[in-house]
């Protein structure tokens, strides 16, 4: 599967951003989906995490009640909805499959087909 994020741009902090994967190839359905983030100078990190059905959702502790993830499985679309935002939210936000056990769903090596990212940038 091929990943393609979108969405990305400046924002002040409170603003909201909506962020987009579209997947192509077969077999959509097949995949959990995460979103994952890195920083300047930092690790990439765990964001949000939605399962094959789009029925189990999960996400960072500090991101938990302003973010949404969420899938169209008739669309082999996924998205980020990104509300309150915070200046350390800044990082570039990558999409990424995994055919794992949502027991690892939140661990980045799960993960084999990542999107090429999108910068989101929140001003203070």
């Known amino acids: 599967v091929q990943l393609q994020a979108s969405g990305g741009g400046l924002v002040q902090a409170g603003g909201s951003l909506r962020l987009s994967c579209a997947a192509s190839g077969q077999r959509f359905r097949n995949y959990n989906m995460g979103w994952f983030r890195q920083a300047p100078g930092k690790e990439r990190e765990f964001v949000a995490a939605v399962s094959r059905s789009g029925s189990g959702l999960y996400y960072a502790e500090s991101v938990k009640g302003r973010f949404t993830i969420s899938r169209d499985n008739a669309k082999n679309t996924i998205y980020l909805q990104m509300n309150t935002l915070k200046p350390e939210d800044t990082a570039v936000y990558y999409c990424?499959?995994?055919?794992?056990?949502?027991?690892?769903?939140?661990?980045?090596?799960?993960?084999?087909?990542w999107g090429q990212g999108t910068l989101v940038t929140v001003s203070s």
């Open positions: 990424a499959a995994s055919l794992g056990v949502l027991s690892t769903i939140r661990d980045q090596n799960q993960y084999g087909h």
